[in-house]
């Protein structure tokens, strides 16, 4: 009897001292403060590729710790969209064209924190990510993406004509974004500014006629012009190696400097873009960079990516080469952060990806009313012919 009444006391006390342990070691968790991290760390990068240049990128980088939080953070949320994205597109409340950019997020990332808020960039059509990077908040992206009055384009662009400041979208004209590029660089050095303009493509895009006059062009004038091919190794449904007689994209500016970077490692990338831009700034003409990358989704939400290039293929990249991944075990192995806190940045971003999905799925349709506007820029309101000579709708540049 004694003993039963001894093992009944001592499960008694031990669920309040257990509870106790827990609490301690959650407080010992939480109370772990900025001082238990290391403020910055340097670290080996892979050389560039060069082609006409004495020298070229740093092959150290130095992160600090707030630096690797908000590279961390960035790219988690793009990646978190992209597959938030892929659902409500297969629930039919995406509807069209829509490409999405998984896989791609060092690339991005890594030129926008390289580059000043006032220097400009213009893509192609897997433009979420950009978008996102150039500070568009993510419910502006998905309600973009349905189509709805509160999309960064107010319902009216859809995944490959989105816009923000210094950014002149996604465009859906394979390699047609490129002379536009150059055309901003252009505008940037009529106007004595010191700014530079980042004009990307991608490896299908890189054998258009139109971007070689562009080159030539931006050669001949200096252009402050980062010309950007983000090679994912496949045009569609098509390997660079089928596509192109030659795919050292970053010589394809013959009597252009070129680099060829590794797009999976954020800090190359930022590195890269960092000499590029300095490189424009002295007034020494354009650049070409090829980013090695890959995409993890299909070309598009209507490919589904495995017929032309292996299951396993993909899971080697994603195993061997993941951008996020990477961050995460330098910062983790470095002392720039502890796995908990990047956990807690996981949570914070799934949840501002789901409360972005329910503003993007209940948000209203823009009325019909608005069709005709945004034609012009600063002009007086004017009358738009519809689908038949008896309906008009007005058009209004601001609204």
Known sequence: MRKMLLAALSRVLQGPVAAAGRTASRVMVASRN????????????????????????????????????????TMQTIRRMELKSDQLYKQKIIRGFCHLYDG?????????VAIKPT??????????GFTYARGVPVREILAELTGRKGGCAKGKGGSMHMYTKNFYGGNGIVGAQVPLGA?????????????????L????????????????????????????CENNRYG???????????????????????????GMDVLCVREAAKFAAEYCRAGKGPIVME????????????????????????????????PITLLKDRMINNNLASVEELKEIDVAVRKEIEEAAQFATTDP???????????????????????????????????
Request: aromatic share 12%.
């Open 291 to 322: 980013l090695q990358t890959y995409r993890y989704h299909g070309h598009s939400m209507s490919d589904p990516g495995i017929s032309y290039r292996t299951r396993e293929e993909i899971q080697e990249v994603r195993s061997k080469s993941d």
């Open 236 to 262: 569609m449904g098509t390997s660079v190696e089928r596509a192109a007689a030659s795919t050292d994209y970053y010589k394809r500016g013959d009597f252009i400097p070129g680099l060829r970077v590794d």
């Open 119 to 128: 220097d400009h960039v213009i893509t192609a059509y897997r433009a979420h």
């Open 183 to 199: 055309g901003i660089a252009l505008a940037c050095k009529y106007f004595g500014k010191n700014e530079v303009c980042l004009t």
């Open 34 to 73: 900025y001082a238990d991290f290391a403020n910055e760390a340097t670290f080996e990068i892979k050389p560039c590729d060069l082609h006409r240049l004495e020298e070229g990128p740093a092959t150290t980088a130095v992160l600090t710790r707030e630096e690797g939080l908000h590279y961390y953070k």
């Open 104 to 112: 791609q997020e060092a690339c991005c990332v890594g030129l926008e």
């Open 201 to 228: 493509y991608g490896d299908g895009a890189a054998n258009q006629g139109q971007i070689f006059e562009t080159y030539n062009m931006a050669a001949l004038w200096k252009l402050p012009c980062i010309f950007i």
């Open 365 to 399: 349709e823009p009325p019909l009313e608005e069709l005709g506007n945004h034609i012009y820029f600063n002009e007086p309101p004017f009358e738009v012919r519809g689908p038949n000579q008896w309906i008009k709708y007005k058009s209004l540049s601001h609204s």
